[in-house]
Structure formats: C-alpha cells, structure tokens
C-alpha cells in the first residue's frame, strides 16, 4: 500500500506557516513530507519563497517525519558541493530521515546570477555531474573534481550522516525518466503515469521508490475554490516548456489570461466530494506510485487537514 504524504510550497507560505502546517498534517495522519525549493514564487500572487534549508532545520525540531525537497536544482543558483552540504546536514539534524530530491530546473529560479540558461540536455548532463560530485562528498572523504560543468578542489564534508544521503530524480519525460533510472535512488513526477513508471522501473530502477505529487483545493465552495486555484496556481495549466524557460513571475503573470476556470475544474480537484479527492489520490497507486504526496492550494489548510484526517485518509488507508 502506498504512504500518503504532504506537500509544502514555499513559494505559497512562510517559514511559521510551513512549520505549522507540517505539525498539522503528522497529527492529521500523514506520514511523509515534501518541501519546494524555490528562489522565486511562480507568480506574484503566491507571494513567497523562504530559504528552503532554514525551513528543513525547523522542520527537524517540530516533527518527527520523513522530509524531502521536490525539488532542488543542484546545478546553477548553487554549487552542487554546497547543496551537498545542506543535503548531509539535513540528514544529520533529521537522523537519516532526508531524501535529497533533485531535477534539471527552471529559469524562474536558477538564472538569477546571470549565467545563460542552459537547453534541456544540457541541463540534464549537469544534472548527472552534480550527482556525482555530491556522492563522492556524502562518503565525507576529501574530492577533488574536474568535470565539463564542475570544478571542486580539496572540499570535505565533516558532518554527514550514518548513511550517504538518498538522491531521488524529478523526470516529466523520457530523457529525464531515463537518467533517474541510470543514477537515482528513486524516481519523482507529478502526473499518475503508469509508462514512465514502467520505463523508470524497467531501465534500472526496479526496486527503488517512485514518488507523485498532486496539488488540490478543498473548500465547501467549490466555485470559490476553482478561483482560488486559477489566481494562485494558474502557471501549471501551460502548456510545453514555459515553466522551464519564463525567467520571472511577471513573465508568468502575462500568460495568466490564457488560463480558463474551465480548464482549472477539469485538472484540478476543488471542493469537497470525498471521492474527488480519493480518486485523484488512487490514480498514482494504480499507476505503481509507491509515495503519493498531496498539497493544498489556498489559505484553507486547517479545513484541509481535519478533511483528510476524518474522510480521505482513511479511505486511501482502506486500500
């Protein structure tokens, strides 16, 4: 049976807000946590982005559940060698409770020191060199490193955990799903496609964990939740590689218009049919997700976690 977890946006919420919705959702019967790693919001409206490793460190304190980054871009906005050394310390404050989620990125947050944007292949062949850096540095041994993308000189990690750290790689298609099948400790998308899956598990990654993530809106008004999700999350609704390439909210803000309510309550789950919820949730176990973390669009987070404590969780649970 696949483990439910929550979903944490950072370009949506606070640092206090995240820390308090993951109390809410080990209380409400969750038992796994995601956490984006954003530089930027998509868009203006979402209105935050908070240090994602600041967060973890709190997130250690105040719960007790697993936590990963879905996801963190190793390869541009930082040096794969200093997301090493948050990854090893996150793992150490958290007792080997980190996954270190990793993909290949976007404009929106990784060009904001002015190196040019690399194209997809590109992005995924730095991708495959920062994996290797990190794992050399989570033996805690002393790497020296001089690659195509990545040059690390006498660098070491003192503190890292018992185990090195697990990396899971995102992948929305098959160049990506090919490389988490060669590399990764698991697999990450956010679509209950059961072909990626297969390819994913069949290339080399049998065995390992594939994780989804879906977001939804609950409200007892359905229509003000469709609103709520067009304002706030209209930028997953576009279509082909903008959300890589769009270097800032405002450019996302001006293909905003192009976003329908229709299309908002045709993708996306909002209110509170019970069985909305359930089955949005079951696609990704019927498609072989072993991990399936949820995320609630809006402010309504309390009415999120009572609702799936008490009606959807248990249902999932039931299998």
Same mark, same amino acid.
Not at 144 to 166: I, K, Q, S
């Given at each position: ?19 308090? /919705? ?7 019967? *969750? ?20 240090f994602v490793w600041s967060v973890i460190g ?39 409770? *980190? ?46 490193? !001089?690659?195509? !993308? ?93 959300? /890589? ?6 450019? *996302? ?54 609702f799936y404590r008490t009606k959807v969780l ?6």
């Amino acid at each position: 049976m696949p483990e439910y977890g929550y979903f944490l946006s950072c370009e949506e919420f606070g640092p206090a807000e995240l820390v308090e /919705q993951a109390r809410m959702a080990e209380q409400s019967g *969750f038992t796994a946590l995601w956490i984006s790693d954003h530089y930027h919001p998509w868009n203006d409206a979402q209105g935050q982005s908070p240090f994602v490793w600041s967060v973890i460190g709190a997130l250690s304190e105040a719960v007790s559940l697993p936590i990963e980054t879905a996801v963190t871009c190793p390869t541009v906005r930082i040096h794969p060698a200093v997301v090493a050394q948050a990854a090893a310390t996150s793992a150490v404050m958290t007792n080997g409770r *980190f996954r270190l989620g990793v993909g290949s990125g976007e404009a929106l947050n990784e060009h904001i020191l002015g190196h040019v944007w690399p194209p997809a292949h590109i992005r995924l062949e730095m991708l495959e060199e920062s994996i290797q850096v990190m794992r050399r540095l989570f033996t805690g041994e002393e790497v020296n490193h !001089h690659g195509t !993308h990545y040059t690390v000189e006498n660098a070491r990690l003192y503190t890292v955990p018992d185990e090195p750290v697990p990396i899971d790689i995102s992948g929305f298609g098959p160049a990506a799903t090919a490389l988490a099948s060669r590399v990764g400790d698991g697999y990450i998308t956010m679509m209950p496609d059961e072909s990626m899956v297969e390819q994913y598990r069949k290339g080399g990654g049998a065995g390992k964990p594939v994780s989804g993530g879906t977001k939804v809106c609950y409200g007892t008004d359905r229509a003000e939740a469709v609103r709520t999700v067009r304002k706030l999350w209209f930028n997953q609704f576009l279509p082909g590689e903008m959300g /890589q390439i769009l270097p800032s909210p405002s450019h *996302f803000e001006q293909l905003g218009p192009l976003v329908t309510e229709d299309m908002v309550t045709e993708k996306t789950v909002c209110g509170d049919d019970v069985d909305e919820h359930v089955s949005a949730l079951s696609a990704f176990a019927d498609a072989g997700f072993d991990r399936i973390y949820v995320n609630q669009i809006g402010p309504d987070q309390r009415g999120f976690f009572d609702f799936y404590r008490t009606k959807v969780l248990p249902q999932l649970q039931q299998g």
